[in-house]
């Protein structure tokens, strides 16, 4: 179980504890436990001298970690082949050149590393302990695994400007914690072979400068409702095979929600002679339709009967549409007979 507490709330949260939740050896605990004490609250109302001297200054140790009063570092589980350089300096650095210079060259030196192993790089950590025991990290990830010296190295320039050298670093570590299997790969005369364009470059330096969460592209999903045909991926995710639909056109822009709209049309099978759509009248020009696209029965029970018959129109300023009806204009069961903006084409 998880509990939050309040600010300043921290040592009444643990006086109900027993004292093995202090994580003090065994025979400390036993120690206290033969003196009366059980939970936590009753070892923090005795006076530190006595208990110190009896059992050390672990116990009160533990005591403050647990009451917030006293930092615990974390030694973070570290996998045992994680490939590792670090370059450690007799007189501290701080200018950005100097820097880059050995990042370039850590960089260099771990890419032989993964080479040996059969790695790339998926992610990197630059650690920088500065002379003050404080740590400056840069991370950056790529789409693909990646050996490439000066591909890796501009990535990590690129954020050095994030770094506070203060009164100068005298450590750089430098891993790759997340890496995949990379296989060599025979260099290909542009004569022989033409190859098809690389662009995982350009998707690492949007993604480390803009987020990788933020740098997506769509895939087609099997679904004839429009919203949920298609779906976010990475931008450099494999090709899973599956094509777009082409049998009827599709808008460039569609929306996430559709648009209520107020249409004038003839029952059934009609389009629209106009449409009103954030207050403008627009009168229809051209259409083509009705695409029936049916409901998806297995999702749930409300899509049992529903249907939506979509229409492709053109208004007199030559702006295109894509429009529908809910329901199939006869029967009430399957729809309410709104008509919605689904998307615009263009």
Not at 218 to 228: K, L, Y
Not at 323 to 339: N, P
């Amino acid at each position: 179980a998880v509990s939050v507490v309040a600010v300043n709330a921290t040592c009444d949260a643990i006086l109900p504890l027993p004292i093995a939740a202090l994580r003090l050896p065994d025979e400390i605990v036993s120690g206290l436990r033969v003196l009366g004490f059980d939970r936590v609250g009753e070892l923090l109302q005795q006076p530190r001298a006595p208990l110190a001297l009896r059992f050390g200054p672990e116990l009160g140790r533990r005591l403050d970690q647990a009451a917030g009063r006293l930092a615990e570092p974390i030694e973070p589980v570290r996998p045992v082949d994680v490939v590792e350089v670090r370059r450690a300096f007799g007189e501290p650095i701080s200018a950005a050149e100097t820097i880059a210079r050995y990042v370039g060259k850590l960089v260099q030196a771990l890419c032989v590393g993964l080479e040996t192993k059969g790695f790339g790089a998926r992610r990197l950590d630059l650690l920088l302990y500065r002379v003050d025991n404080r740590v400056e990290a840069i991370r950056v990830g790529t789409a693909l695994p990646v050996r490439d010296v000066k591909r890796l190295t501009r990535l990590l320039c690129d954020k050095i400007e994030t770094v506070d050298p203060g009164f100068g670093i005298e450590l750089m570590r430098l891993s790759a914690p997340l890496a995949e299997s990379l296989a060599p790969r025979q260099t290909v005369s542009s004569l022989i072979e033409q190859r098809d364009a690389d662009i995982s470059d350009l998707i690492d330096t949007l993604g480390n400068r803009v987020g990788e969460e933020k740098l997506y592209r769509f895939t087609p999903v099997a679904s004839d409702v429009p919203e949920r045909s298609f779906r976010r991926v990475a931008a450099a995710s494999a090709e899973t095979g599956d094509a777009w639909p082409d049998h009827w056109p599709r808008p460039a822009r569609l929306f996430t929600v559709p648009e209520p709209i107020e249409a004038i049309a003839l029952l059934p099978d009609h389009p629209p002679a106009s449409f009103t759509w954030k207050g403008i009248r627009r009168r229809i020009k051209r259409a083509d339709g009705p695409e029936r696209v049916f409901g998806e029965w297995w999702k749930r029970d409300a899509e049992l009967t529903a249907v939506r018959d979509y229409f492709q129109v053109e208004d007199e300023a030559g702006e295109r549409f894509w429009i529908y009806r809910a329901g199939d204009g006869e029967d009430a069961a399957t729809g309410s007979h709104r008509w919605f903006l689904h998307g615009i084409f263009g």
